[in-house]
């Protein structure tokens, strides 16, 4: 077939091309169906002329039938019109004589049972022999009909054959494509049933292709997405794992701070009031905990576009400093900010400044709960053509113990960052904690 991608051009194509191989058939096994009716009456016919001329030269001969004798003549012929109609020509070509229309009529009814030739037989067969006559050499010509029956016959046999010949050109021709049809109809019930290990794949350059092509990537796409579900499944299993752990600590403790003061089974009143601190300090960390598990679901519960917007980047920056500073100071720690690693003004980040506020609170309580404030805390800076990226790093208290394994802030962080084009990743190595946060970066 030829090179096309339109798949529908190449139907058209097949059905032209079937088609076309199909009437050449048609015709040719019409013609060859033609030659064998004509044989087959030829020799009827040859027997039939030479009975006719022996009868008509041996009764003129022996004077039992005047040819000249219009009644005598007419008379013969009716009554020798046994099986075919017979015609007589004289030597110049002039026509003499012919058996009569009622005679005709008569010798079909009687053979078929019917009431008229044009009911019964479709075309006129017709020969011509050399009669030898008293008045010289005459023409007697032989005529009959074709039976409708027959010719039917033939024409269903021809159209049967000419039907056949279009289906096997157009199956030849669109094998490939039927094949491709039903692998295709085999992949998709693949993936119906829960497959999507196995590729798509489909030789060609047309529609067909490229809907296998397209189906591919649909079975990667959900291979992905239930990858990435499996993923989240074990990641919530390992959070809710992870809380309940960090809940039932201080649940625990906070639990025997009030039986204590419950029971009265402190010594004095001071000790009395350093268990409600205590409780309270418990219940404090309690909500804290509760607070940032509500800020995972919002995170992570629903996949709402964020509306970025675009802002000075070094402006931004100088701005988040300056709020957290404060904070930061009276934590104890000292903050390096590497101005020098920024860029040039000016220069922009996409941002949306609603989700950043909660990177940032994440970001900073971690080193306040964390950090080792003896150590300065580094912001540093570097950038590409589409991202800058901003280096936290400090170092982490080598007695604390973390009051919360889940990470959640970080999720959180992460997930924050993904839903604003950007990047989020974290790295402890020898005793300090390194987050590297990517923004988009566009110089005008």
């Not at 050399?130 to 029956?149: A, Q, R």
């Not at 649909?218 to 997405?225: G, I, P, T």
């Not at 940032?360 to 080193?367: A, E, K, P, Q, T």
């Not at 991202?387 to 936290?392: A, E, F, T």
Request: glycine share 4%; hydrophobic share 35%; proline share 3%.
């Amino acid at each position: 077939m030829f090179k096309c991608r339109d798949l529908k051009v190449k139907m058209i194509f097949a059905m032209i091309v079937s088609l076309t191989m199909a009437l050449a058939v048609f015709w040719a096994a019409r013609y060859c169906g033609d030659l064998v009716i004509e044989s087959r009456y030829n020799d009827f016919y040859e027997e039939e002329s030479k009975w006719i001329r022996g009868t008509l030269v041996s009764e003129e001969h022996n004077g039992e039938l005047d040819l000249n004798d219009e009644k005598e003549r007419q008379k013969w012929l009716d009554e020798h019109s046994e099986n075919v109609g017979i015609a007589l020509y004289d030597e110049y070509g002039w026509y003499v004589a012919s058996t009569s229309l009622e005679q005709m009529e008569k010798l079909y009814s009687d053979l078929n049972g019917r009431s008229s030739i044009e009911n019964v037989y479709s075309s006129q067969l017709v020969k011509e022999y050399p009669l030898p006559t008293d008045d010289g050499i005459w023409i007697l010509v032989l005529y009959g009909y074709v039976s409708k029956t027959v010719v039917r016959a033939a024409a269903l046999i021809e159209l049967l054959i000419a039907v056949a010949v279009f289906f096997l050109v157009f199956h030849l021709c669109t094998r490939k494509k039927m094949k491709d049809f039903f692998l295709l109809e085999k992949e998709i019930r693949r993936m119906q049933s829960g497959d999507l290990e196995h590729a798509i794949s489909l030789s060609g350059d047309d529609q067909l292709s490229s809907l296998a092509e397209n189906l591919d990537q649909l079975r990667l796409a959900l291979s992905e997405q239930i990858e990435s579900e499996q993923e989240a499944r074990k990641a919530n299993s390992e959070l809710i794992t992870a809380m309940s752990h960090d809940l039932r600590t201080p649940l625990t403790v906070l639990i025997g701070y009030l039986q204590i003061i419950n029971t009265h089974r402190y010594k004095t009143p001071e000790q009395r009031e350093k268990y409600l601190l205590l409780a309270e300090k418990k219940a404090c960390q309690i909500r804290q905990l509760s607070d940032r598990l509500f800020e995972y679901s919002l995170v992570f519960g629903t996949d709402e576009l964020l509306q970025l917007e675009e802002t000075d980047g070094r402006a931004y920056l100088d701005r988040v400093l300056e709020e957290r500073t404060p904070e930061l100071s009276s934590g104890g720690f000292c903050v390096i900010y590497d101005r020098d690693s920024l860029p040039p003004s000016p220069w922009f980040l996409t941002l949306n400044s609603q989700a950043m506020v909660r990177v940032w609170d994440n970001l900073f309580s971690n080193v306040l709960r964390h950090g080792d404030p003896s150590r300065p805390l580094h912001l540093a800076f570097s950038c590409s053509e589409t991202q800058l990226r901003i280096r936290i790093s400090n170092a982490v208290r080598k007695e604390h113990v973390p009051e919360s394994g889940s990470g959640v802030g970080l999720k959180s962080c992460r997930r924050l960052l993904e839903k604003q084009q950007g990047e989020f990743s974290t790295e402890t190595s020898d005793g300090d904690f390194t987050a590297e946060l990517g923004l988009p970066y566009r110089r005008p």
